[in-house]
Every structure is written in structure tokens, then in C-alpha cells.
T-cell receptor, first 112, second 114 residues
Framework: TQLLEQSPQFLSIQEGENLTVYCNSS?????LQWYRQEPGEGPVLLVT?????EVKKLKRLTFQFGDARKDSSLHITAAQPGDTGLYLC????????????FGTGTRLKVLA | DSGVTQTPKHLITATGQRVTLRCSPR?????VYWYQQSLDQGLQFLIQ???????AKGNILERFSAQQFPDLHSELNLSSLELGDSALYFC?????????????FGPGTRLTVT
């Protein structure tokens, strides 16, 4: 059972364009993290959000945690080829089998 | 470089065999996590250890087991291997055991079962 759905699954855009990736669930999470993963490497943490409605900015990346802590979005402004990669959201809970759930992933390609 | 090391980088073995994957966490991190990443299942949480004790269990098969040693390194043992066990296995570490602690991932071990 996949508890975190990401959309879109694939995205190919031109350099300079803006984009938004969505991470949705019917379940509540205590925290939400976004990672970027490149081929043959492990995911690299970009940000952690823990408060409903929280917005964090990291240079051209803006992350938002939904008010109900069930969804999140990642917005990239003026995308660059270096942003290319697999973006994963991950939800954390206090305990249980689904303590750490990773989303289905969004594969982004930014063309120069 | 995340500071998390994993060995071996690649492993090719036959069905029915047993393998051991090793992970050394970042200096100072007490928590170790194991994940499996396959094309059809995505990244799946297997198990977490904190300071030598099991803290959380995901969808880990009974054929799989793990432990964390006093020096905090961890091993994931996979037995009676099946073709479907072919995947990337990642180890991650964090300072604490709670859900909000940042996890740092190693480079992974690519397991191929033939």
C-alpha cells in the first residue's frame, strides 16, 4: 500500500521555467521531508517540515507542508539543468510499520 | 559525501544464497536505518536501530534480519535469496531516533540475484 502519492511522475522542462511537485496522502504525518536522488547514489535531504502550514525556502526551492499535515509541495523557480534528478517526499510518524514512508517519486529533467 | 559508508557496492549471488550487507553510520550518529529500493516498489523502509536496539520495523521479510553492534555499525542479513530481492539497499543514519531527525543516506549496495 502506497501512502504517499507524488505528481507528476515525470516532468521535462526547459531551463528557466518554474515547476511544482506535489506529495499527497490521506494520512497525517508528524514530519515531511524532501530528498533529491541522482542515479547510483543515495537520496540527499533537502528540507524537513514539521508544522502544518509551514513554508521553507532554500534558494530557488520553496517547500510547503499542508495545514492538515497530509500533503506537501515543492516549487522550483527558474529551474536549472543541475536540478535534474529524482525528487522524493518522505513522511515520518511516531511509530509503527509505516514509521517512514517514501513517496512514489517525481523524475525531473531540466533541458538547457 | 554523506559520511555513511556501505560495503560492498555491488553483490551478485544466486537464488537460495545468503548475503550480509554492512553499514557504518556518520560519526556521532546513533540511529541506523535500512531501506530497499526497487523499480516497482520504490524506496521501502525495512528497519531502524538506535544505539544497538531495534526501534522500528517496516515491511521487512522474515528472511531478512539486521543488527547494530556496540561500535554502532550495522549489518543486514538476507537469506534464502529470491530473484525479487534484487534491488538497491540503502543504509541511512541520524543522530536521534525520532521521526524528525535528518537521515543521511549511504551510497547503497546493489544486489543482483541470478
Amino acid at each position: 500500500t502506497q501512502l504517499l502519492e507524488q505528481s507528476p511522475q515525470f516532468l521535462s522542462i526547459q531551463e528557466g521555467e518554474n515547476l511544482t511537485v506535489y506529495c499527497n496522502s490521506s494520512s497525517v504525518f508528524s514530519s515531511l521531508q524532501w530528498y533529491r536522488q541522482e542515479p547510483g547514489e543515495g537520496p540527499v535531504l533537502l528540507v524537513t517540515v514539521v508544522t502544518g502550514g509551514e513554508v521553507k525556502k532554500l534558494k530557488r526551492l520553496t517547500f510547503q507542508f499542508g495545514d492538515a499535515r497530509k500533503d506537501s509541495s515543492l516549487h522550483i523557480t527558474a529551474a536549472q539543468p543541475g536540478d535534474t534528478g529524482l525528487y522524493l517526499c518522505a513522511g515520518g510518524r511516531d511509530s509503527g510499520t509505516y514509521k517512514y514512508i517514501f513517496g512514489t517519486g517525481t523524475r525531473l529533467k531540466v533541458l538547457a | 559525501d554523506s559520511g555513511v559508508t556501505q560495503t560492498p557496492k555491488h553483490l551478485i549471488t544466486a537464488t537460495g544464497q545468503r548475503v550480509t550487507l554492512r553499514c557504518s553510520p556518520r560519526s556521532g550518529d546513533l540511529s541506523v536505518y535500512w531501506y530497499q529500493q526497487s523499480l516497482d516498489q520504490g524506496l521501502q523502509f525495512l528497519i531502524q536501530y538506535y544505539n544497538g536496539e531495534e526501534r522500528a520495523k517496516g515491511n521487512i521479510l522474515e528472511r531478512f534480519s539486521a543488527q547494530q553492534f556496540p561500535d554502532l555499525h550495522s549489518e543486514l542479513n538476507l537469506s534464502s535469496l529470491e530473484l525479487g530481492d534484487s534491488a538497491l539497499y540503502f543504509c541511512a543514519s541520524s543522530v536521534g531516533w525520532g521521526y524528525s531527525y535528518e537521515q543521511y543516506f549511504g551510497p547503497g549496495t546493489r544486489l543482483t540475484v541470478t
